[in-house]
């Protein structure tokens, strides 16, 4: 048995709060070469940890049915890929007038080029109970062509020389995400009944791992010692990312439960998360390539390190809200379909 939902959803939020300021306040516990190892234990660890898990957990017969779900893939790609990252663009030419540091306006932009993330949407989709398999099949596809064109969007609208190695980052991505992922339903085959019966917190398990990946990219940027944010600046992008999420997330819901949609109640929480969504794990090791050798490269990812914790943190409070509307709608829906009883006469 696990805990309590609510326990374990105002344990989830303290504890991203938690990592943020002791991340602020402690750089070296996390960083690079520290006791914790994030270049081994984050980059190849708890990614595939987290995908071994999804793996485990989900139902064969549901990811299956899920690859075949290509306008709810579609829709989910192309905004995220295509309109979120020109939106920011259009948004950001009239915040370029303003005082705000302009190495962390680009930085949004750069936000707004990432792909789905590897882990946070479908945490939050499982735990309103949503279209998990949706969630999963985006989050794997997101990021592989992530691989393609998040790069080719950060050239674009932020323009670098560099030299991006597709080869290397494609690979990296496969036997962290796609090669966990089959492993765990292949182990799955084998242990369903205990499965089944256990019922084990799988949802916690990836809540933690999601938090040791935070928590880690956090130190290894603020151990910088050029690192210059003015407050000003820093509080208006959070203002900022904290309005585009529920703006985004707003207009997702509307396309997504539009009469003619096609859309169920659950592929629309899988739509919203999947969608408004962006990678942390996939993000900053871009970013780093992308932009290797930049000055500025610790503040432009700075609007990256908030949107992650910031994307869960909204997420995890509207939970309740989303499963609510979910359950309710599923009902309504339900009820419609039934046939009418014939009237006596």
């Not at 499982?126 to 997101?142: D, L, Q, R, T």
């Not at 916690?204 to 130190?219: G, K």
């Not at 999947?274 to 900053?284: F, Q, V």
């Not at 908030?306 to 829906?333: C, D, E, F, N």
Request: proline share 6%; with cysteine; net charge positive.
């Amino acid at each position: 048995m696990g805990l309590p939902e609510r326990l374990r959803k105002e344990w989830f939020i303290l504890g991203i709060v938690l990592v943020i300021a002791v991340a602020r306040l402690e750089p070296a516990v996390g960083g690079k070469g520290g006791p914790l190892k994030p270049e081994i234990t984050i980059t190849y660890i708890a990614v595939s940890a987290i995908f071994f898990n999804s793996g485990l957990s989900l139902k064969t017969e549901e990811l299956t049915s899920a690859l075949m779900h290509v306008k709810l893939h579609l829709f989910v790609q192309i905004f995220t890929l295509v309109f979120f990252p020109t939106a920011i663009w259009l948004f950001l030419q009239l915040l370029s007038i303003t005082p705000i540091n302009e190495w962390l306006l680009k930085g949004l932009q750069t936000v707004g080029c990432m792909p789905p993330p590897v882990s946070s949407a479908v945490i939050l989709t499982k735990a309103v109970g949503g279209n998990e398999a949706a969630a999963i099949f985006n989050s794997a596809f997101g990021s592989f062509l992530g691989i393609v064109i998040t790069p080719l969007l950060l050239l674009l609208f932020l323009g670098s020389s560099s030299s991006v190695p597709f080869t290397s980052i494609f690979s990296q991505l496969f036997m962290t995400v796609v090669v966990p992922l089959i492993i765990g339903q292949i182990v799955r085959r084998y242990i369903k009944d205990w499965l089944e019966r256990k019922k084990p917190p799988f949802g916690a398990i990836s809540s933690c791992v999601l938090l040791m990946i935070i928590y880690t990219t956090f130190c290894d940027t603020f151990a910088n010692p050029n690192i210059d944010l003015d407050k000003f600046s820093l509080i208006i992008i959070v203002f900022i990312i904290f309005s585009v999420q529920l703006s985004f997330m707003f207009l997702t819901f509307l396309f997504s439960t539009r009469n003619n949609s096609g859309f169920t109640p659950a592929d629309t929480v899988a739509i919203i998360f999947c969608s408004t969504h962006k990678s942390l794990t996939l993000g900053i090791p871009m970013l780093k390539i992308v932009f290797a050798g930049y000055e500025h490269l610790s503040l432009i990812s700075v609007p990256l390190l908030i949107y992650h914790p910031a994307q869960i943190l909204l997420g995890s409070l509207l939970v309740p809200t989303i499963k609510s509307w979910m359950v309710s709608r599923q009902k309504a829906l339900k009820l419609t379909r039934q046939p009418k009883a014939p009237v006596k006469v």
